[in-house]
């Protein structure tokens, strides 16, 4: 069973910062792109940043300058540095990887357990 573990959520105060983790465990054939995306109370999952094998990366406009996403693909390991955290950065945050079980199969998107974020005073 392949499984995507989060961690490093809690609770910051305006301006401050955190470091989520994720590291994916089981048996696969390999993982193409890696990402974190959140959803808030009353509003959709929502895409927060997105890294492929190559390192390209992709951020949503609100998180662009704060947020920094990177990767150890020999780890199966995603991260996020979140710095000058607001209070509209509270959220669940959930971990995202596309990736192949076996060779010659269609990709699945397999989602984290997600971890929460609060952000405030």
């Known amino acids: 069973q392949v499984q995507l573990v989060e961690s490093g959520g809690g609770l910051v105060q305006p301006g401050g910062s955190l470091r989520l983790s994720c590291a994916a465990s089981?048996?696969?054939?390999?993982?193409?792109?890696m990402g974190w995306y959140r959803q808030a109370p009353g509003k959709e999952r929502e895409l927060v940043a997105r890294?492929?094998?190559?390192?390209?990366?992709k951020y949503a406009d609100s998180m662009k300058g704060r947020f920094t996403i990177s990767r150890d693909s020999a780890k199966n390991t995603v991260a996020l540095q979140m710095n000058s955290l607001k209070p509209e950065d509270t959220a669940v945050y959930y971990c995202?990887?596309?990736?192949?079980?076996?060779?010659?199969?269609?990709?699945?998107?397999?989602w984290g357990q997600g971890t929460q974020v609060t952000v405030s005073s």
């Open positions: 995202y990887a596309e990736l192949k079980r076996l060779p010659y199969t269609d990709n699945t998107e397999l």
């Open positions: 089981g048996t696969f054939f390999r993982i193409n792109d």
């Open positions: 890294i492929t094998t190559t390192g390209n990366t």
